[in-house]
């Protein structure tokens, strides 16, 4: 492929093999049995919430309580465009998580703004959409974006901010990067 998004170049170099049926195949398991949401669902579907969120009213919020009302709305409005006004059962517990998970976000982002961070962007890519890697003596283009861009003004600082709804967080590092450091 002449582009690749940074979720495909891990899974190519992950396993080639595997990254050639999926992406370049398009060989897909289907299960039309799902009655709630997968982890990347829930993840995509909460990153939404949460980009409403940095590009709403509220972006600027030092109160948690207001900011937690704000991702609650947000929630609500979502779930009835994705899932109708009765999603299913497992749907409606998932949903309940992702209002705790937001919660405790909430309380942090209210610390963050408090000490002086703003919301610089949300959901950023390279104006170009792309940037392009070296693979095995061939330019590839690799696309990504970022989730939250983040300044403190006062500290001179910049933060990229990457969420995660997964169970446990893992190190950026180890995530990235092989044993030897590369």
Do not use: C, M
Request: a neutral charge; aromatic letters at 8%.
């Amino acid at each position: 492929p002449e582009a690749l998004s940074v979720s495909s170049f891990k899974r190519y170099l992950e396993s080639p093999p595997l990254f050639w049926l999926e992406r370049a195949l398009d060989v897909r398991t289907i299960d039309d049995r799902a009655r709630e949401l997968d982890p990347l669902r829930f993840g995509s579907f909460v990153h939404e919430v949460l980009r409403r969120f940095g590009a709403g009213p509220a972006r600027s919020e030092r109160d948690a309580g207001a900011i937690e009302a704000f991702l609650s709305q947000a929630l609500d409005d979502l779930a009835r465009e994705r899932f109708g006004p009765e999603p299913l059962p497992a749907v409606r517990l998932q949903l309940d998580q992702a209002r705790l998970r937001l919660a405790f976000f909430a309380r942090a982002q209210a610390e963050r703004a408090a000490a002086g961070w703003t919301i610089a962007a949300v959901e950023w890519a390279p104006p170009e959409g792309h940037r392009e890697l070296d693979v095995d003596g061939r330019a590839v283009r690799v696309r990504g974006q970022i989730d939250r861009i983040d300044v403190n003004a006062a500290q001179g600082a910049w933060a990229l901010i990457d969420y995660k709804t997964g169970e446990r967080a893992g190190d950026p590092r180890k995530a990235h990067r092989t044993k030897s450091g590369a």
